[in-house]
């Protein structure tokens, strides 16, 4: 079964970083594109950055988030990271990890991130 754990949320303070994990199973990580989503107070989840599977990873970012964020992944420990730079308080949100897989989306439970002074 596919399995998707995020970890590394927490509070910081604005301009902060922080570095989100997803730990995945279930499925060849290596071979399938794995994404970031958020979801903040009152909003719809959106979208934060993809990475493929192809050439080491072609990543893609939110405009919100472009020059802030770097997604990477680690294909021999099956994982995923969100290096947050710079952050601001309209980061805050739950953060998810997701991968689909075989036409069907998984997702994470989530890790919240909270920026604050």
């Known amino acids: 079964q596919v399995q998707l754990v995020e970890s590394g949320g927490g509070l910081v303070q604005p301009g902060g970083s922080l570095r989100l994990s997803c730990a995945a199973s279930?499925?060849?990580?290596?071979?399938?594109?794995i994404n970031w989503y958020r979801q903040a107070p009152g909003k719809e989840r959106e979208f934060v950055a993809t990475?493929?599977?192809?050439?080491?990873?072609?990543?893609n970012y939110a405009d919100s988030v472009k020059g802030r964020f770097t997604i990477s992944r680690d294909n021999a420990k099956s994982t995923m990271y969100l290096q947050m730079n710079s952050l601001k308080p309209e980061d805050t949100a739950v953060y998810y990890c997701n991968v689909v897989y075989l036409r069907t989306d998984y997702w994470g439970q989530g890790t919240q991130v909270t920026v604050s002074s």
């Open positions: 279930g499925f060849t990580f290596s071979s399938y594109s």
């Open positions: 990475i493929s599977a192809l050439g080491g990873g072609v990543r």
